[in-house]
């Protein structure tokens, strides 16, 4: 089974603190997604990439960068962290796009106090 | 407003009956539709996908979609307390770039009983 390891697994911040999260998959695959995921709105995706150098912007993009700098590695940025970004942080990848299995990490808690 | 709805929020049922979930789109530009499931502390897991109208069937599961209503179902017959988790329903849009997105629902909590 497809590979995405996510890290860390829990995080903690303060209002206006730098945050990376980091996540790589290890099987080629060509897409790669950020979700967060909050009780009460299931799912959404923040930002995604189709390949390396490749930045697609999500439904919830505000107050969050990302990067993609191997087909490997795909990355989340926080630059000046809000206690409403407290949330779990899932990074997936797939091979294609929307016919696709999306094949997911095991998430990063993040905190923002 | 979410494109993807599901109900109920949570459902509760006893160890060997029926769960059952729907999910309802609101964009028809939506083409494949999905069944995820996480289980407690660990991320979503795909457990079906579905892309034309009628019903699927793998094991005990089976699903059904009707694309004219936008509505997309999932049924758990004998269910074990390991079927105990979220369920989420996912589809998705085909963009202007001709990539795709998954949008998911809000989930639902099934909790089966022994």
């Known amino acids: 089974e497809a590979a995405v390891t996510q890290s860390p697994r829990n995080k903690v911040t303060v209002t206006g603190g730098n945050v990376t999260l980091s996540c790589r998959q290890t099987?080629?695959?060509?897409?790669m997604y950020w979700y967060r995921q909050d009780t009460g709105h299931g799912l959404r995706l923040i930002h995604y990439?189709?390949?390396?150098?490749n930045l697609q912007i999500g439904d919830v993009p505000d107050g969050y960068k990302a990067t993609r700098t191997t087909q490997e590695d795909f990355f989340l940025l926080l630059e000046l962290a809000s206690p409403s970004q407290t949330s779990l942080y899932f990074c997936?990848?797939?091979w294609g796009d929307g016919a696709e299995t999306l094949y997911f990490g095991s998430g990063t808690r993040l905190t923002v106090l | 407003q979410q494109k993807v709805q599901q109900s109920p929020e949570s459902l509760s049922v006893p160890e060997g009956g029926m769960a059952s979930f729907n999910c309802t789109s609101s964009d028809r530009n939506f083409q494949y539709f999905w069944w995820y499931r996480q289980h407690s502390g660990e991320g979503p897991k795909a457990l079906m996908?579905?892309?034309?109208?009628g019903d699927k069937k793998e094991g005990r599961f089976t699903a059904h979609l009707n694309k004219a209503s936008l509505h997309v179902s999932l049924h758990i017959r004998d269910s074990q307390p390991s079927d105990s988790a979220l369920y989420f329903c996912a589809a998705s849009e085909l963009n202007q770039g001709g990539s795709a997105k998954l949008i998911f629902g809000e989930g639902t909590k099934l909790t089966v009983s022994s």
């Open positions: 996908s579905i892309f034309s109208d």
């Open positions: 997936a990848s797939s």
């Open positions: 099987n080629s695959h060509n897409y």
């Open positions: 990439s189709y390949g390396a150098g």
